[in-house]
């Protein structure tokens, strides 16, 4: 049982440039979530997916994209790079029924947009 | 949305002493309330949690306390090792809506 996988662990891009960030659980969790943490900002939720085929916004979701084809892959895109996305990005997910709140984190990516 | 503030943001207490942190937020409906711990260049890990409809919650020197009314949430740790050192976050959900709200983080040093 790996849990919450992410790769790459570290990647740097130029301004402009597209990627997408891996996300995969094997605990066969309904919901995922994207977070990107910044200094003293605490975690920021990007988007988030309560099941196959159902994304939605969080907090800061401009300059991402998401999809939810399968319940254990949850990949982040980034369009087009720009320096004011670089940041630490993790994935979470959780179970959404049975009473079960815990949310859990992969180990995350960190990203340099030059 | 929902609001979560964090104080204090640096906390250095000595081996063996009490820490606590705290929280509020701003919506009134967030019915759950996890805290966790982050160390140096690792993931987030859930350490202690809290719904709206309990006051305390304990897990050994772990402890918080919600206070609905006042919309604000602690955590307290007692007899403090060097092990406990590393960032710690609270966070405040309305689980139905699937969205987490977190706070800035308090560094915590415990000074042996």
């Known amino acids: 049982n790996a849990g919450v996988t992410q790769t790459p662990k570290f990647q740097v891009l130029k301004t402009g440039q597209s990627m997408t960030l891996q996300c995969a659980q094997d605990?066969?969790?309904?919901?995922m979530s994207w977070y990107r943490q910044d200094p003293g900002m605490g975690l920021r939720l990007i988007h988030y997916s309560v099941g196959a085929g159902i994304t939605d916004q969080g907090e800061v979701p401009n300059g991402y994209n998401v999809s939810r084809s399968t319940t254990e892959d949850f990949p982040l895109r980034l369009l087009s790079a720009a320096p004011s996305q670089t940041s630490v990005y993790f994935c979470?997910?959780?179970?959404?029924?049975?009473?079960?709140?815990?949310?859990?984190f992969g180990p995350g990516t960190r990203l340099l947009v030059l | 949305g929902e609001n979560v503030e964090q104080h204090p943001s640096t906390l250095s207490v000595q081996e063996g002493d009490s820490a606590v942190i705290k929280c509020t937020y701003s919506?009134?409906?967030?019915?759950?309330f996890p805290w966790y711990k982050q160390e140096l260049g690792k993931r987030p890990q859930l350490i202690i949690d809290i719904r709206s409809n309990v006051g305390e919650k304990k897990d050994q020197r772990i402890a918080v306390t919600l206070n609905k009314t006042a919309k604000h949430f602690s955590l307290h740790i007692t007899e403090t090792q060097p092990e406990d050192s590393a960032v710690y976050f609270c966070a405040a959900s309305i689980v139905y809506f699937n969205k987490f709200y977190f706070g800035s983080g308090t560094k915590l040093n415990v000074k042996p």
């Open positions: 919506d009134s409906a967030s019915n759950y």
């Open positions: 605990m066969n969790h309904e919901y």
């Open positions: 979470a997910s959780r179970r959404t029924s049975g009473g079960e709140e815990t949310q859990y």
